[in-house]
């Protein structure tokens, strides 16, 4: 059984930084991609950022030059770097992978931005 575990969410004031992990229950090499999407309260599941499995990233256009995703191949970790951020980026970030043609979800982390 694959898992995602989320980490590193919490409470931080506008402007700050906060740091989000995703920990692998598989070599994350064997993903094709990983993903970090985000879902605040009566919005939709959106996609955030994606790492590619040769290291390619992409980013929602709300979340670029302040969102880093990076991948630890020996730790079989996701991270996502979050700077500079916003009340509008107050959601539950979920990870995302998928893998031989079957997608995994974690169970997501809170942030919450808020003075």
């Known amino acids: 059984q694959v898992q995602l575990v989320e980490s590193g969410g919490g409470l931080v004031q506008p402007g700050g930084s906060l740091r989000l992990s995703c920990a692998t229950s598989?070599?994350?090499?064997?993903?094709?991609?990983m993903s970090w999407y985000r879902q605040a309260p009566g919005n939709q599941r959106d996609l955030v950022a994606t790492?590619?499995?040769?290291?390619?990233?992409d980013y929602a256009d709300s979340v670029k030059g302040r969102f880093t995703i990076s991948r630890d191949n020996d730790q079989n970790t996701v991270g996502l770097q979050m700077n500079s951020l916003k009340a509008e980026d107050t959601a539950i970030y979920y990870c995302?992978?998928?893998?031989?043609?079957?997608?995994?979800w974690g169970k997501g982390t809170q942030v919450i931005v808020s003075s």
């Open positions: 995302y992978g998928r893998r031989s043609a079957t997608s995994y």
């Open positions: 598989e070599e994350i090499e064997s993903f094709y991609h």
């Open positions: 790492i590619m499995a040769d290291g390619r990233t």
